[in-house]
């Protein structure tokens, strides 16, 4: 059974910056997609960034145009850790984030693919101005 456990929200002002992290199980071991999705109060949810892990020295990133240049996904393949860091968070950025994995080809390794099979119970993050 794959469990994702996230961690690392928390409340920050307009600006701040925080990191994420989602720890695997080793049974993701053939999840060679991973990613960040958030929802917000009253919204669907949305992607964020995905990983897709080639090999152990290789990764694709691709992220939604909305944190393109603020955030950074990385994994740690030896931890089985999923990290997302935030930079110059925005209010409209608050939202719990959710953690997901799925196997698949590298064409449906994308954060516009809400389908992932595996999702973590999220972390909260909020931006005050």
């Known amino acids: 059974q794959v469990q994702l456990v996230e961690s690392g929200g928390g409340s920050v002002q307009a600006g701040g910056s925080l990191r994420l992290s989602c720890a695997a199980s080793k049974y993701t071991g053939s999840s060679n997609c991973m990613g960040w999705f958030r929802q917000a109060p009253g919204k669907e949810r949305e992607g964020v960034a995905t990983?897709?892990?080639?090999?152990?020295?290789?990764?694709?990133?691709d992220y939604a145009d909305s944190v393109r240049g603020r955030f950074t996904i990385s994994k740690d393949n030896a931890e089985n850790t999923l990290y997302l860091h935030m930079n110059s968070l925005k209010p409209e950025d608050t939202a719990m984030y959710y953690c997901a994995a799925d196997s698949t080809p590298y064409g449906e390794c994308t954060w516009r693919r809400l389908t992932f099979r595996y999702w973590g119970q999220g972390t909260q993050v909020t931006v005050s101005s």
């Open positions: 990983i897709y892990t080639y090999n152990v020295n290789t990764n694709f990133v």
